[in-house]
């Protein structure tokens, strides 16, 4: 099955600080290539997958779980390690919980974790009933598209594969047991606003992760894809800074440039 026009994985060969990026819960990577492309232009190994049945019908999500999306970026995440001196793990909604994840397995291998309005549970009535109804009901209305900007668009699906949804439900119980085990400086970015993940998500990231070095910042102007909304801006700088504190000295020529 072909990839939806602008949802193709991105990556970028650069300095000896590698940065991952992984995209949200039937979204796409083009929720971030403006924050990867940023990266990229000021020197920084990129990496911004497609994970296994996003970016083309959500028919081909029904066939996937967890397990093949985290597979993915731990295969990426390996794939840099291997190419760079230092690697940062970032993430949008259930794209947070991934990175978080590959923090909490892979410790030292991880220099800091970047989160922007992480997911942490699957919310609504429908959560409860997802082991039986996913046997009844294929799909739900989709929830891509929270933005506040009026030309923001994501590209991701209509419709949620309740089989999906019920493993994603699974996995963030999962992750929400390993918090504990990160430990990697963390910058966590929400939204004020966010039809799509509740605060209360963010809240229990930071009261669940051991990190000591942690920053907290509070978007005021995006909804939950903060990444293509009104914010973009701020998210790529802190993140900048953040990356930039915390890799003094490594493949400078990569890391220095200013566009």
């Known amino acids: 099955m072909p990839v939806l026009p602008g949802a193709e994985p991105y990556r970028h060969e650069g300095g000896e600080v590698g940065v991952l990026l992984c995209h949200g819960f039937t979204g796409s990577p083009q929720s971030l290539r403006p924050w990867a492309e940023y990266l990229a232009e000021r020197g920084f190994t990129v990496s911004l997958p497609l994970l296994p049945g996003h970016g083309t019908r959500w028919e081909d999500m029904q066939l996937t779980g967890w397990q093949d999306w985290y597979a993915e970026v731990d295969r990426e995440l390996r794939n840099l390690r291997d190419r760079c001196e230092r690697v940062f793990v970032a993430g949008l909604s259930m794209g947070g919980a991934l990175a978080l994840r590959l923090a909490a397995k892979h410790g030292e291998d991880v220099a800091g974790v970047l989160v922007v309005n992480p997911a942490n549970k699957v919310h609504g009535l429908y959560a409860y009933t997802l082991p039986v109804s996913r046997h009844f ?11 506040a900007k009026e030309d923001g668009i994501e590209i991701g699906y209509t419709r949620v594969p309740l089989h999906a949804a019920h493993s994603l439900r699974t996995f963030f119980r999962l992750v ?9 400086p963390l910058l966590l970015l929400r939204s ?4 799509t993940v509740p605060p209360a998500d963010s809240a229990r990231v930071l009261s669940r992760v051991s990190s000591t070095d942690v920053t907290e910042i509070v978007l005021e102007q995006s909804y939950h894809v903060a990444t293509l909304d009104h914010d973009a801006d701020r998210i790529f700088e802190e993140s900048l800074g953040f990356i930039d504190r915390l890799a003094t000295g490594v493949g400078k020529e990569g890391t220095t440039t200013r566009g």
Request: net charge negative.
């Open 176 to 184: 929400d047991g390993e918090l504990p085990q990160v430990t990697q």
């Open 137 to 147: 009901v294929r799909t739900v209305p989709g929830v891509a598209g929270d933005i």
């Open 192 to 195: 004020a606003q966010d039809h």
